[in-house]
């Protein structure tokens, strides 16, 4: 559907980072055609709907840089353990009675839930991969999937599988879905294992997808197996990291390690929700940005979160290292908005496609209601949607010009029935 978006503040977060009152914007075959005041809207453009976005603001759609979908099925399950115990003592042992069909229903209802609130586009570790992608085509999210893994040399069949998955989903969905190697972590990962996996990325012209330096026990323990490696200068000794790499997490890390992601133009996902409550740490965001390093935002999975709500993660990003560092300019309102739109996207390889509004890139965007209380008195708008902003506000979300949240409505999917048959999975799962 073609749209004209008339009225709008519009938050860009392109280079400039603009910020405009009372303008248009204009979506044409799927993406941005026009930007600006009205009276510069092109002429010949007969939109099939018009939008009154007076009281509105536009954004471009969040982009959620780690996270496991499925998850939703575990949310409020094992709750208030560290990381080794939650997962080995508590979520292992259920993946191991996952099947299809609740991975499905796991993944569209998390897939609901990051059209509720603004999500766009997410970055995506799990298990059986191709049935999340069935949820992402049915969805109309846009997704870069990877077949979560775990093993050593007798595993390689895990390889082989994560690359069919690669080389059947890479441009699946209409161009909506593209793929990643993803290993889980150096401590569930043989050195053979992590060295097919880099073969099979570069075989393939994919990025890789990795848990990093979570914990400071993981640290300690990777230095103890590999003669003082940290788990970052491990995954480069054997060549995983390069500008095509997403490295999940980072919390435990040193100089060393952030001048090696630097030097290999690496990517870091962030993770503050997730991060906290685990108690793994406070990841040293602030001097990951001054050395160059690329961070972009996750939720993590919506157990260990237990959301998939990036306007939290956003606030908490921005909050947290202002308290932890004593630095009140450590992450700018700005730089958090930035962080969860566009520097995800070009962690994810997608920068030239999607993660701001601008002419000619794809139309992912969300319409914000900014007339509620929490957003006056009028000023910067970019202060209030990070310090004061809510999921709930959201008002309308889009993928490629495409509808797919209007008013808490989700029209191509059967909300009740979805939530029921879910909530009976995650119930039998539990039992077996």
Same mark, same amino acid.
């Given at each position: ?6 009225h ?16 248009t914007?204009?979506v044409?075959?799927g993406?941005?055609?026009?930007i ?10 007969a ?8 009281g509105?603001?536009l ?19 094992a709750?208030d ?41 997410f ?7 191709d ?9 109309g ?7 979560g ?15 069919e ?12 879905i ?8 150096e401590?569930?990962?043989s050195e053979?294992f992590?060295?097919a996996?880099q073969d099979a +990325?570069?075989? =393939? %012209? ?5 848990h990093a330096? /979570?914990t400071? @026990? ?6 103890e ?13 054997l060549?995983?990291i390069?500008?095509k790499?997403?490295?999940a ?5 040193d100089?060393?390690?952030l ?21 793994s ?7 990951l940005l ?5 961070v972009?935002l ?6 260990s979160?237990?959301n ?13 290292h202002?308290g ?17 739109t566009i520097?995800? +996207?070009?962690? =994810? %390889?997608?920068?030239?496609?999607t993660?701001?509004? /601008?002419?000619? @890139?794809k ?12 957003y006056?008195?009028r000023?910067e ?8 902003g809510h ?7 889009m ?10 409505r ?13 909530n009976?999975?995650?119930l039998?799962l539990?039992a077996?």
């Open positions: 559907m073609d749209i004209r978006f008339d709008a503040t519009i938050l860009t977060v392109d280079g400039e980072d603009r910020e405009l009152s009372d303008a914007l204009c044409k075959d993406r941005i055609a026009y600006g005041g009205a009276e510069g809207a092109p002429q010949d453009f939109p099939e709907r018009t939008i009154d976005a007076k509105n603001l954004m471009p759609g969040f982009v959620n840089a780690h996270t496991h979908l499925p998850m939703t099925l575990f949310r409020g399950y709750n353990l560290n990381l080794q115990d939650w997962l080995f003592g508590n979520i292992i042992p259920l993946e191991d009675k996952l099947t299809a069909e609740d991975v499905y229903l796991g993944a569209m209802v998390g897939a609901a839930e990051m059209l509720l609130s603004g999500t766009t586009c970055l995506d570790m799990y298990d059986f991969a049935t999340i992608a069935a949820a992402v085509e049915k969805s999210l846009r997704a870069v999937l990877c077949q893994m775990a093993g050593d040399g007798g595993n390689m069949q895990k390889i082989a599988k994560a690359k998955i690669c080389q059947r989903f890479q441009g699946a969905a209409g161009g909506r593209t793929t990643m190697i993803s290993p889980h972590a401590y569930t990962c053979e992590l060295l996996c +990325a570069q075989e =393939l %012209g994919v990025g890789i997808h990795v330096s /979570e400071a @026990k993981e640290v300690r323990e990777c230095m197996r590999h003669n003082g490696l940290s788990p970052i200068r491990y995954f480069d000794k060549g995983l390069t500008d790499t997403v490295l997490h980072c919390v435990a890390i100089s060393g390690d001048e090696t992601l630097a030097a290999r133009g690496a990517h870091v996902a962030h993770n503050p929700g997730s991060n906290m409550k685990l108690a740490g406070f990841a040293p965001v602030p001097a001054r050395g160059g390093v690329n972009a996750g939720t993590d999975g919506a157990s979160n237990n998939l709500d990036m306007w939290e993660e956003m606030a908490l990003c921005a909050l947290m202002k932890f560092s004593g630095d009140p300019k450590a992450i700018p309102a700005k730089k958090a908005l930035r962080m969860a520097d995800g +996207a070009r962690a =994810l %390889g997608l920068e030239d496609e993660g701001s509004l /601008e002419v000619g @890139k139309a992912d965007l969300i319409l914000v209601d900014t007339q509620g209380p929490r006056y008195p000023g708008m970019v202060n209030h949607i990070v310090y004061a999921a709930a506000d959201v008002k309308m979300t993928v490629e010009g495409h509808i797919l949240m209007e008013d808490g989700i029209p191509h999917l059967d909300m009740p029935a979805l939530l029921e048959a879910f009976q999975a995650a039998a539990r077996r």
